[in-house]
């Protein structure tokens, strides 16, 4: 014999196991949004660290190697420095580093003017520093200014 089931509790019954697996669906749904809203978060903050790690380390550098060209050590450290922002780097930032008139190029300028010593037609080391050299730090530190801005969602 087949119990008596009342269709209105069953009814009942099915809608309050329906609210409550859309309800639970919902709660997971929610968690899983707000989990991959804190991975995207965390890659983000930790590529701007990365990437600001990079441009600081480049920064710093410029000075040691601008004082003292014909220094391998601080010469490699530049190169170091220069390439891992490589990594990071917006158009701008490349093409600071790397163009003609980029950061790069004039590093070799300023290498070449310390060793010639200002004779056969190289300019001096001074000059180079306050000409090409000193403009050429300047593009690069407002490209990095402006990507690192950029990266921040702040321009």
């Not at 639970?24 to 660290?49: D, N």
């Amino acid at each position: 014999m087949i119990p008596y089931v009342h269709i209105e509790t069953s009814l009942a019954f099915t809608a309050t196991l329906i609210a409550a697996g859309a309800a639970l669906l919902g709660a997971l749904g929610s968690q899983l949004i707000t989990g991959l809203i804190g991975l995207k978060s965390k890659r983000l903050e930790l590529y701007f660290r990365a990437k600001g790690d990079a441009y600081t380390k480049v920064m710093d550098c410029l000075g040691d190697f601008a004082l003292n060209p014909t220094s391998q050590t601080t010469y490699l450290k530049f190169l170091a420095a220069t390439d891992a922002a490589l990594l990071f780097a917006s158009d701008e930032v490349l093409s600071a580093l790397n163009d003609n008139q980029g950061i790069n190029v004039n590093a070799g300028r300023l290498r070449q003017s310390a060793a010639a010593g200002g004779v056969g037609g190289i300019p001096t080391v001074v000059h180079v520093q306050v000409t090409t050299w000193k403009d050429s730090v300047d593009r690069l530190t407002a490209a990095m200014r402006l990507d690192l801005r950029r990266t921040a969602g702040t321009k």
